[in-house]
């Protein structure tokens, strides 16, 4: 080991640039850290911070087109910059540091054993012979959880589940014990429970080999658990750093705060949530001033004159504001009366699911005996008027299919559901759309990229011959007005749109035909934490406003807590549990609702009630 | 602490998403018509196209001579450029003295009618079933498959020549035949699409406001899958010029005295060592048709593949 003050990888002034059309995006810009041996650092930062820019740009993965520019760039005894890329895979790359990413389904190779893949590391490098490489890979297996890890080697990717493929592919980046390892959202794709027990042996992992770590993520609930300190990332730049206390306890930066106001916690009061407005800007030209003051609510004419230079806050405690400490607060925008108003819901249910069932049958093989799949076992549901009803489950809980039954896109095998007390088959679908209708997960496939968004929310209307076309406009308009979007987007194809604005334009969709229950499919996550506080208040507006009942179906159970006033636990196809929010939450009775909330990633330091008073209810 | 009571109403949720508009970019479509028209293999090729529309629509002001006029006194005349050549007639005349010029443009009319036509029968055939057996699956893809599997399996050539001899030789019959033929290339491709495209959400969510299976097909799968349709439909009107061209040599399309590009080369094949003008001209033109017809439909599929590689 070397002395401790010669760090194990230093960057100073890197910067990121990327061809798009006509002009140069500005991805990263001036970014510079140090990190030393053992150490683990969390880069936070929403979608187009730059923060998975930057590991690619250490990682000598940036797009061809890219421009890399650094004045130091160094790993131990490497100079990164004077390496060209031959030397860098030679010498560096898998051996010194190794990246895992998100996806574990794809970040594997489909035609190879999961044996040959991790051997293959290492004979490659010429750091082992075949023999020993297979050793080495069934000891890593074994330690980091992989069960039978000898059987396991002739496997291929296809046969391992998520969780079982990413620590595969942890496995595969530790064969040669690199001193840096950098993950990049690595549980992101994974079910709460499997997230947590990948972090924890990221945790351990570090701990037993010394290794560096570094943690990109947009989830400050995974960051702080297990990294020493953050880098907080904003439009390309690096706005605040420090140690994890100090960053999370007493942030500096009006976006930290607001981030940390952002982020619904899991045992929280079920306000609403201040919220940032607007999104990362992109940066095709360099910013003239503070790149956050288009959404800062403290931002000041000083604020756009020059970029806020970095500013300390006590020991290895940076950020880049120029504001005075204690004139700023969070840059968030909270509700007027702290409680959404609680509406009564005694007059009956709205939505009902009784004993619903559905069985697919899934065959094994050409010839292989069908077998049966309950994806929706005996489940039965209730949503009264003005309820808001969460109903939590990982993938594969059978959560989705429920939704199509009760939105009567999909019948159900055994079982009734019905709306208003009339049976949702005996419904014709005309009727069924003026009753209830859906808001889908993914913003970008819940749209027709062919159509402009005032097609897409007016279609529902000329469907059901409503008004004219003149009228259909102004209904357009109107709604488009409730959800919060101009209406001069109306022209605009989807491709142009925000995340946000697209789940916006999706919610207009379905209110546009006044319907009583919405059935959100996970709605917001998609979305970035400042964006997600945006859709979920705008829930809750829609809520008091027209009356609407919704049916959110989510694995987050911070997004429960933050607005559903009644939960339903499904596992395996079953409700497991279910009641008034506080008594699923405070005290769960299932095993599965307890291994779920105990999963879920707190915030590890609460923040300082100064820092964000409107929030604090929220901690 | 100086923190902001800023009232969250609804309105002022409209502040904040108007903030996050990313960029205030022109309309999409604008944007590939600029696009293509930077595309060389594009630009030449609708070059040539439109060279050959104004030929054949223009033909009976822009031809010298009515094609059907037989002068033969003045027949087998070569081209000007050749020794013995009349300036009255700049491409020459045929066997049976009728100006060669006046019937390569009116051969254009024939030649891209059938180009179009065929292509254009055999998108709807094939659209219509591609899209059909991809949004229903099961029983109807598979019968769907069956039709495919039987019509690669035919020998296309043959069969059309069979098909037009039994029903008897005529324009319509040719383009009809030659449509019925080539649909396979658009049912695979919107097959595909369609099966990727019908479990998208957006296609839920138009269920869940009513719409049904026709409308969802209409307005929600089809103009997605229109920019493949395109590029098929481009370079199929290249293999049903070839089609026609060839069965007209065979003497089983476009018959005499009509003046069809295909049929003017059997006209002249006879005299090919001794006058190959007869046979190089109407070549020259089913090449550039072909062509042009070739290059417009890999620009725009190499345009396509940039933007979905994007």
């Known amino acids: ?619 | 602490m100086a923190m902001q009571d800023t009232d969250l109403t609804v309105k002022a949720a409209a502040a904040e998403a108007s903030a996050d508009t990313p960029l205030d970019a022109p309309v999409r479509r604008l944007d590939s018509w600029r696009e293509m028209l930077r595309h060389p293999g594009i630009v030449i090729g609708l070059a040539i196209l439109l060279t050959l529309f104004a030929l054949a629509i223009f033909a009976p002001l822009i031809a010298p001579y009515d094609p059907f006029d037989q002068q033969l006194s003045r027949r087998l005349l070569p081209p000007f450029w050749v020794e013995g050549g009349n300036p009255a007639y700049l491409f020459g005349t045929d066997h049976l003295g009728r100006d060669y010029l006046s019937r390569l443009l009116y051969g254009a009319r024939i030649s891209l009618l059938i180009g179009f036509g065929a292509a254009g029968i055999g998108c709807l055939l094939g659209v219509t079933l591609g899209v059909c057996a991809g949004y229903f699956g099961g029983v109807v893809d598979r019968v769907v498959s069956f039709l495919l599997t039987c019509q690669l399996a035919l020998p296309g050539l043959l069969l059309a020549m069979a098909l037009v001899f039994l029903i008897g030789p005529s324009v319509t019959v040719v383009i009809c035949v030659i449509g019925l033929l080539h649909w396979s290339y658009y049912l695979v491709v919107t097959r595909a699409a369609t099966q990727k495209i019908r479990d998208l959400e957006y296609v839920a969510a138009a269920r869940a406001i009513g719409s049904n299976e026709r409308q969802i097909m209409i307005s929600e799968i089809l103009p997605n899958l229109l920019s493949e349709i395109i590029v098929i439909f481009s370079l199929e009107v290249g293999v049903a010029v070839l089609a026609e061209a060839a069965l007209s040599f065979l003497g089983v399309g476009i018959q005499p005295p009509t003046p069809s590009w295909g049929l003017m080369i059997a006209e002249g094949k006879t005299s090919v060592f001794l006058r190959p003008w007869l046979i190089i001209l109407p070549g020259i033109f089913i090449f550039l048709l072909v062509l042009a017809a070739n290059l417009v439909g890999d620009g725009l599929r190499d345009m396509m593949s940039k933007k979905s590689g994007r």
Do not use: W
């Open chain 1, 1 to 619: 080991m070397k002395a401790p003050q010669t760090p194990l990888l230093e960057v100073s002034d890197l910067s990121v640039t990327l061809p798009v059309r006509e002009s140069k995006l500005h991805a990263v810009r001036g970014v510079s850290f140090s990190l030393a041996r053992g150490e683990a650092l969390g880069i936070v930062g929403e979608s187009g911070s730059g923060k998975s820019m930057t590991s690619l740009a250490l990682m000598n993965l940036l797009p061809k087109s890219a421009e890399r520019n650094a004045s130091v760039l160094r790993l131990g005894e490497h100079d990164l910059l004077a390496m060209d890329q031959i030397e860098f895979a030679k010498s560096v790359a898998a051996r010194r540091m190794a990246m895992i990413f998100q996806e574990p389904m794809t970040s594997l190779n489909p035609v190879y054993t999961i044996g040959r893949q991790l051997t293959e590391t290492m004979t490659i490098h010429g750091t082992a012979g075949p023999k020993e490489a297979r050793e080495r890979a069934i000891d890593l297996l074994d330690r980091i959880g992989v069960p039978d890890a000898k059987n396991r080697l002739a496997q291929y990717p296809h046969e391992l589940s998520g969780g079982l493929r990413q620590r595969v592919m942890i496995a595969m980046m530790l064969m040669n014990a690199p001193d840096l390892l950098i993950a990049d959202e690595p549980t992101t794709a994974l079910d709460v429970t499997v997230q947590a027990s990948i972090l924890e042996l990221l945790a351990e992992l570090r701990k037993e080999l010394g290794m560096a770590l570094i943690l990109v993520s947009h989830d400050l609930g995974v960051v702080s658990q297990s990294v020493d300190k953050i880098a907080v990332m904003y439009a390309g730049e690096l706005i605040e750093t420090g140690t994890v206390k100090d960053v999370l306890s007493s942030p500096q930066h009006p976006y930290t705060r607001g981030l940390l106001a952002s982020i619904p916690a899991p045992r929280g009061t079920g306000e609403r949530l201040p919220s940032i407005p607007g999104t990362v800007p992109p940066l095709f030209a360099l910013p003239s001033g503070c790149t956050f003051a288009d959404r800062c609510s403290y931002a000041e004419t000083k604020c756009r004159a020059a970029p806020p230079p970095m500013q300390s806050a006590g020991e290895g405690h940076l950020y880049r504001c120029i504001l005075p400490l204690n004139t700023t607060g969070s840059s968030v925008r909270t509700a007027v009366s702290a409680k959404s108003q609680i509406h009564s819901h005694d007059n009956g249910s709205l939505l009902s699911a009784r004993n619903v069932s559905r069985t697919f049958t899934v065959r094994a093989g050409l010839l292989g005996k069908g077998k049966a799949l309950k994806a929706v076992d005996d489940v039965s549901l209730d949503v009264a008027q003005g309820e808001i009803v969460a109903l939590v489950g990982e993938s594969g809980s059978g959560k989705s299919t429920l939704a199509r039954i009760l939105l009567g896109l999909q019948e159900s095998d055994r079982g009734e559901v019905t709306i208003s007390g009339r049976p949702i088959l005996s419904i014709s679908p005309f009727e069924r759309a003026k009753l209830i209708q859906p808001v889908f997960q993914d913003p970008y496939s819940s749209l027709n990229p062919r159509k402009t968004i005032g097609q897409t929310v007016m279609r529902p209307l000329e469907l059901h011959g409503i008004g004219s076309a003149q009228d259909r406009r102004k209904e357009a308009e109107r709604v488009m007005e409730l959800v919060g979007l101009p209406r001069r987007l109306l022209n605009n194809y989807p491709p142009q749109l925000s995340g946000g604005q697209r789940q916006r334009v999706a919610i207009a969709r379905a209110i546009v035909l006044q319907p009583k229950i919405l059935i959100c499919d996970e709605p917001t996550s998609a979305l970035d934490v400042s964006v997600q506080a945006q859709i979920l208040n705008l829930l809750l507006d829609l809520r008091d406003e027209l009356g609407l009942s919704y049916l959110l179906i989510t694995h987050d159970l911070a997004v429960v807590n933050c607005i559903a006033t009644r939960v339903a636990v499904m596992h395996r196809g079953r409700i497991v549990e279910s009641g008034e929010k506080d008594a699923v939450l405070r005290t769960p009775r299932d095993p599965y609702t307890q291994t779920l909330l105990r999963s879920v990633q707190t915030m590890k330091f609460s923040a300082n009630p100064r820092a964000a008073d409107g929030a604090a209810g929220l901690q």
